[in-house]
């Protein structure tokens, strides 16, 4: 079989160069989508995809990640950009099918919680009938104390 050189020997460079741009393009176009289900049981899904392993960005999403559970019933699913399809940039942040940020690109793939926490409540994503231990007044100064620790860290 021969290969992608082998093939264009002969071709003018105008269109070699087309076909390069289509070639990108379509590798862009596979992380178009999430990297996983954007719907579980109706419900819109969470999907934070990761590097491997997690940086400074990836760790805030899923801390953002983990107090949103601990208030609303939201499928949320973390991707470690090495299992995600070719393209896909690491951090990123979908909620269903909607991309809401990215490595390079919006937000710079970082998000915050009263960010999502918004796009939930107008969503109308319905809260959990107890709230988990994250949001309990004696873990949550020592989780955002952890927050903090983890920023400071160069």
């Known amino acids: 079989m021969l ?26 176009a596979l992380a178009a989508d999430p990297p996983g289900p954007a719907l579980i049981n109706g419900q819109k899904v969470l999907t934070l995809v990761s590097r491997d392993p997690p940086a400074l960005r990836c760790n805030n999403n899923i801390q953002v990640a983990a107090e949103l559970s601990n208030i609303y019933k939201v499928p949320v699913i973390v991707v470690p950009v090495s299992f995600a399809k070719p393209g896909t940039k690491a951090p990123s942040v979908w909620y269903g099918k909607d991309l809401i940020a990215e490595d390079g690109g919006e937000k710079n793939g970082i998000v915050s919680f009263t960010e999502i926490a918004d796009i939930l409540e107008v969503e109308g994503v319905p809260k959990q009938d107890q709230t988990g231990r994250l ?20």
């Open 3 to 28: 290969g992608l050189a082998a093939r264009l020997h002969g071709f003018s460079k105008v269109p070699a160069a087309i076909l390069c741009a289509v070639s990108v393009l379509a590798g862009e």
């Open 135 to 154: 949001i309990d007044a004696d873990v949550k100064p020592v989780f955002d104390e952890l927050k903090r620790l983890i920023k400071e860290v160069k």
